[in-house]
Each structure stands twice: as C-alpha cells, then as structure tokens.
C-alpha cells in the first residue's frame, strides 16, 4: 500500500457541486500539504498544515478548504466547484526536519464540466 | 518573494547521451534548500535529488547530479547516459527556512529521451 493515499484517484463533477479530496498518510509526517498542477503552470500550493490545530493558506487558496482530521489525515474541499479547477491534485506529507523532501500521494485528478 | 525559472519547456536527447535541465532560482534567505523531481506519464510525482545552500559538494545520486553554483542562483540538473524511461516532466524545486518548509516548484521541462 503506497504511504500516501489520496481518495478518489478520479473524479468528474458539474458546476456547483460540493467535492471533497482525502488524503491519509502511514509515513507519521506532522506536516501535509495540497498542491494543484495545471499545465505549463508547475505546482501550486493551495494549504498546508504542521499540525492538527495549524491550517495555512498557500499561494492559491481562494475557492478550497482543508480539514485536519488527525495527523495522519487532511482533506481538500471545493465548496463550490467550477471548471477552473479542473486540475490534478497532489497532497504530500514532510518530515519536520527542513532538509527533508516532499513524499507525495499518487494525485486525484478533477473534471468539473 | 521565492521564484524558481524553468526556461526550458522541452528538451530532447538521444539515448545514451547526457542532458542538462536548467534551474534558476531567486531568494534572500541564506538557507535554503534545492529538489529536483520527476513525473513520468502515470503522473506520480518521484524525488530525485536535493542539495542544501550550505553543501559544499554537489548532490549525486547515481545518474543523476546537481550543479549547483550558488553565486549564480543556478540549479541545474545533469542525467548522464540518458536512458529510454528517463522520458518524463521535470521540476525543480525550492525551501527556504523563513518559509515553514514549503516546496515552490518551477513550472517544469518535459524530456524527451529518443533511442
């Protein structure tokens, strides 16, 4: 089973709907992150949380929400979703040590039509 | 504000041959660290290799290397003797310590490797 899991790995919604992405993680990370790609744009990070009682907003937050459930898990959610969110989403997980690397989910990828 | 340049979309090299993937990069804070990793067609996203501000050596792991030259801001990523699965998007990567431990991720240079 991969250390990373993100729940549903593919998801086609309409406009408007409500849309959640899970994210669970064995590694015992305290720091998770949701991260969107779109083409030719990289990755963009939406939030991110140290902790259980930490939420930070990232880059491009407008529009999502998160929820840390526990330390193993944190969720993505889309209120209202529209079709420029149409993207793949990664959560990743981090060792509080600063050198460490990203440990990456396996990504959802998100239609809104 | 933290900036990482990818300046080359695409890249092509034949099989066997080594290839450069161009990173610059931009901060004010004196720590920081550099990552490169690698997203075949699957999507997964794969660490690669990473190299601290203050490291002396440049970073190898295995086929791959970082040539970092700081005074430049520069993060290149070298892959010796390219080979077929090599073919994937390539991003480089920035943390620095005033930023909580956050990635900032360039935009990415797809590599083509032919045989």
């Known amino acids: 089973d991969a250390d990373v899991t993100q729940t549903p790995r593919n998801r086609i919604t309409k406009t408007g709907k409500r849309i959640m992405l899970e994210c669970s993680q064995t590694?015992?990370?305290?720091?998770m992150y949701w991260y969107r790609q779109d083409p030719g744009l990289g990755l963009r990070l939406i939030y991110y949380?140290?902790?259980?009682?930490?939420?930070n907003k990232g880059e491009i937050s407008d529009g999502y929400s998160v929820s840390r459930q526990a330390q193993a898990k944190f969720s993505l959610s889309l209120e209202s979703a529209i079709p420029n969110q149409t993207a793949l989403y990664f959560c990743?997980?981090?060792?509080?040590?600063?050198?460490?690397?990203?440990?990456f989910g396996e990504g959802s990828r998100l239609t809104v039509l | 504000a933290q900036k990482i340049t990818q300046t080359q979309p695409g890249m092509f090299v034949q099989e066997k041959e080594a290839v450069t993937l161009d990173c610059t990069y931009d901060?004010?804070?004196?720590?920081?660290?550099l990552f490169w990793y690698k997203q075949p067609s699957s999507g997964e996203m794969i660490f690669l290799i990473y190299q601290g501000s203050y490291d002396q050596q440049n970073a190898t792991e295995g086929r791959y290397s970082l040539n970092f030259q700081k005074a430049r801001k520069s993060a290149n990523l070298v892959i010796s003797a390219s080979q077929l699965g090599d073919s994937a998007m390539y991003f480089c990567a920035m943390s620095y310590a005033s930023g909580y431990s956050t990635l900032t991720f360039g935009k990415g240079t797809m590599l083509l490797v032919s045989p």
């Open positions: 990743a997980t981090k060792p509080s040590l600063n050198t460490g690397e990203l440990f």
């Open positions: 901060t004010s804070d004196p720590s920081y660290g």
């Open positions: 949380s140290f902790d259980v009682k930490d939420i």
């Open positions: 590694k015992g990370h305290d720091r």
